[in-house]
Structures are given as C-alpha cells and as structure tokens.
C-alpha cells in the first residue's frame, strides 16, 4: 500500500458526460501528478499540483482540468467524454516539487470505461 | 491485467534465472532514471534509480545499468521469484524537477516455474 488512495475504482459513463476523478495524496506529502494509462498510448503524465498550485503540464485535453485543495487532495475533471478516453488514470504523490530525491508513489487508479 | 492489449515485449525467464529488462530513452537531457513494477490490477511501484551521473546501481536483487552514450537503460534481476511477474516500465525525468516521469512502453517479464 502507497499511502496515495484514488476513488473511485471503477467508473463507467457514457460519451458526452463529465467525471470527476480524487485522489488524496500520502500524508505529508505536497505534490500530486496524474496519468493516463491506455491501450495504445502506455503511461503518461497529464498534470502535477505542487501545494495547492500548478506546477507542470503534459499531454493534457483542453476538455481535462485539474485541481488541488488546501487540504491537499487533487481531482480531475474529465469533459465531454470520449470513446478514447476509456483508461487508467493513476495520481501520483511527492513529498515536495519532485525531481531525482522524491520518489513517487503511485495510487491503485480509477478505470474509466467510456460507453 | 490492465495491460492487456497493449502488445508489450514479453520476457520469459526460468525461476531462479536472472533477467534483464533493456529500455532505450531518447532525451538526452534527461538526469534521472527509475525503473518501475507494475502488477495486474494496481499502480506503477517503484523498484530502483539511476541519476545521470552514475553507471550502475545496485539494489536488493536489482540492478541499474545506464549507458549514457547510446541512451540505454536496463534492469537486471537476479534468482526472479514468482513474484517478479510484473510489467516493468523504465521511467525518465527530464530535468528541472517538476515535470512529470515520461515512461517506456513497458516490458512484460514472466516466471516459468
């Protein structure tokens, strides 16, 4: 167990719809990352919270939004869904900004199922 | 599993035989490497890392090997267990701290017994 907890487990929705996806990060820790993990594109980096701010982008939709609360946890907003947007969505969590001293520990992920 | 689909490389190795899993990375500015485990039905785990001014780094029963002249990386295991049946994904930084891991396609190591 990482100590990163994501709800909900499972999520199946409809095209057109709008999910909200949260993950509490280990206590103490600062930063949260979300990935999209699918079929035909792997593991990749979306967004990452630093203390309640944005602190880097990556491969994120505009129809995708992100935040993280004074209280630390993190959702993602995901919009007008898609086929394609059927996947694993991990959060990720650092105990400060990231970089090669802070190792990050991975959540159980959401899996979404666009119908 | 969740990776299913994906068509990822598959190693097969005999239990108790060591296994080496190769991952090539292509930015050249990237100074921090990590090998990740994942597992059917959870998140990646972290095994080991490698910063960019290092060659090798041992863990328990893992090594990191890191060829920085032609952008290799690669996980050696040694004696795998059943329980080293995973997908294994190396993981890049590519510097400044805060962006986020851009990950290998992953490998999918598998124990005969």
């Known amino acids: 167990d990482s100590g990163v907890t994501q709800t909900p487990k499972h999520l199946i929705t409809a095209t057109g719809q709008r999910v909200t996806l949260r993950c509490s990060p280990r206590?103490?820790?600062?930063?949260v990352y979300w990935y999209q993990q699918s079929l035909d594109q792997g593991l990749q980096f979306l967004i990452q919270?630093?203390?309640?701010?944005?602190?880097a982008k990556g491969n994120i939709l505009e129809r995708f939004s992100a935040q993280q609360f004074p209280d630390l946890h993190s959702e993602l907003n995901l919009s007008s869904l898609e086929l394609g947007d059927s996947a694993l969505y991990f959060c990720?969590?650092?105990?400060?900004?990231?970089?090669?001293?802070?190792?990050?520990?991975f959540g159980p992920g959401t899996r979404l199922t666009v119908l | 599993g969740e990776n299913v689909g994906l068509h990822l490389p598959t190693l097969s190795v005999q239990e108790g035989d060591n296994s080496i899993i190769n991952c090539a990375y292509s930015?050249?500015?990237?100074?921090?490497f990590i090998w990740y485990k994942q597992e059917s039905g959870k998140g990646p785990q972290f095994i080991i890392d490698?910063?960019?001014?290092?060659d090798k780094r041992q863990g328990q029963r893992v090594t990191v090997l890191l060829n920085k002249t032609v952008k290799h990386l690669s996980l050696q295991i040694a004696a795998t267990q059943p329980g080293d049946s995973a997908v294994y994904f190396c993981?890049?930084?590519?510097?400044?701290?805060?962006?986020?891991?851009?990950f290998g396609k992953g490998t999918h190591l598998i124990i005969q017994p």
């Open positions: 990720a969590s650092t105990r400060t900004s990231g970089g090669p001293v802070d190792e990050q520990f």
């Open positions: 206590s103490g820790d600062l930063s």
């Open positions: 919270y630093y203390n309640g701010e944005e602190r």
């Open positions: 930015n050249s500015a990237s100074d921090y």
């Open positions: 490698i910063r960019s001014n290092m």
């Open positions: 993981a890049e930084n590519s510097g400044g701290g805060a962006d986020g891991l851009t």
